[in-house]
């Protein structure tokens, strides 16, 4: 629900605010780049206005909905409201609760919340005072109303919310969560080993979340893949680049086949722990060329017998770049609410990853010497290789064809 006449998208931020000022400064400019980007994706044309501790998006009452859809999105957005912007006068601001409240309350209790954002107290009332004479002005407005309405500032069933700038007030509401984090572009990038599955995508947003923008890595495994693994790839990396279009880096499709086949001749029950460091070492290469400073995957403890806590081990050996497993401790169920929720999640999701790979006993702890020695002795040349013959493949253009 938003005031009649709701004009104005106001965008707060969280962990931006407790950096030093330069830095906040920077962080700012950053959110604001970001969310216009994404607006404009979005083929909205609104100007975004910065001020400290507050961005506002200034719209109107027919695409309120829309911008704020699209902005609680946006990784560094912790809320946003729709509100009407009014100026900061006693006046003006009870004019507009008034007109909001006969639309928003009906039977029930009310209180009004009001606050003085960013700047030094420039006004002649106290935030307290505007609480008192809002709340006074409603209940004289809505008398004539059947059910005046009455005061609860414990759980009133409404709350107007005012918020008093130095010479803008805004009055809405509600708040409307956005993901939290930090703007994408904040953090180094990093390379994300999408699969084509639920889990890499939610994996590669939950580092997009923290600021890094990522490069999307599909490794293709050759008889082993598929096209329907390579296609929900490319879908579930067009969704990520929606919530950053200006961090947009093209996915990268590595022609596994040729590695993974040697690996599959040469090895058994070490099968898995070979291939995922064979992933491994192609990340580093590309983590090297476009300068990541971290390689992301979508593996969770015990989800499979390739992802046990002694697995995760020594793969990872494998690669001195940090590897990155955001979902690590999440059970599948709490990894497909976040798939749903962030629209990386189809129904008819397929089950990608390397189950065609898989040997019949995979070993489950094996010792890092063991697993060194069933790899392929040229296993980083055909690492090398498998890289210099991928291809950047821009995710939108694909869908578009
Ligand atoms: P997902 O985790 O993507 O839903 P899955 O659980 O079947 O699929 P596994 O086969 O166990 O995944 O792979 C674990 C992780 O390794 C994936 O989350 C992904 O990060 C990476 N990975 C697996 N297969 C590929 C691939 N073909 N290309 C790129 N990365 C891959
Ligand atoms: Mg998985």
Known sequence: MHPPGADTVLIRYGEIGVKSSQLQQR??????????????????????????????????????QSVTETVTQVPGVVSASQAVRTDATLAA?????????????????????????????????????????????VIEALQEQEHTPTVDL????????????????????????G???????????????????????????????????????????????????????????????????????????????????RIVEETDSLRMAVLRRFMFRIAELIAEDVGAVGIVTGESIGQKSSQTS???SVTSEVTTLPLIRPLVTLDKTEIVDKAKAIGTYRDSTISAGCN??????????????????????????????????????????????
Request: contains cysteine.
């Open 93 to 137: 601001i009870k004019a507009k609760l008034v007109e909001t409240a006969a639309e928003a309350i009906d039977t029930g209790t009310f209180a009004v919340r009001a606050r003085r954002a960013g700047e030094k107290a420039v006004h002649p009332f106290t935030s307290t005072e505007l609480e008192r004479n809002g709340g006074a002005a």
């Open 154 to 177: 414990e759980q009133p069933d409404t709350t107007l919310f005012i918020e008093c700038r130095e010479d803008d007030a805004y009055v809405f509401l509600d708040k409307r969560a």
């Open 310 to 312: 002694a697995m995760l």
């Open 356 to 401: 065609r790979v898989a040997p019949d006993r995979p070993a489950t702890k094996p010792s890092l010497s063991v697993v060194c020695d069933a790899e392929p002795d040229d296993i980083a040349e055909l690492a090398r290789e498998a890289v210099a013959n991928a291809r950047l493949v821009n995710a939108e253009e694909f869908m578009r064809a």
């Open 27 to 64: 962080l700012e400019q950053l959110l604001q780049q970001n969310l216009t980007s994404v607006l404009r994706a979005s083929g909205i044309p609104d100007v975004i206005r910065r001020e400290r501790t507050r961005l506002y998006v200034e719209t109107t009452p027919e695409r309120i």
């Open 179 to 261: 993901p939290g984090g930090l703007p994408v572009g904040s953090q180094e990038p990093m390379v994300a080993l999408l699969s084509g599955g639920i889990d890499s995508p939610v994996a590669a947003w939950s580092v997009m979340k923290r600021g890094c923008p990522v490069y999307p890595v599909y490794i293709d495994l050759g008889e082993y893949g598929g096209v329907d693994h390579r296609t929900r790839a490319l879908e579930t990396a067009e969704r990520l680049s929606e919530f950053a279009p200006n961090w947009h880096h093209p996915v990268r499709v590595v022609p596994g086949g040729p590695g993974i086949t």
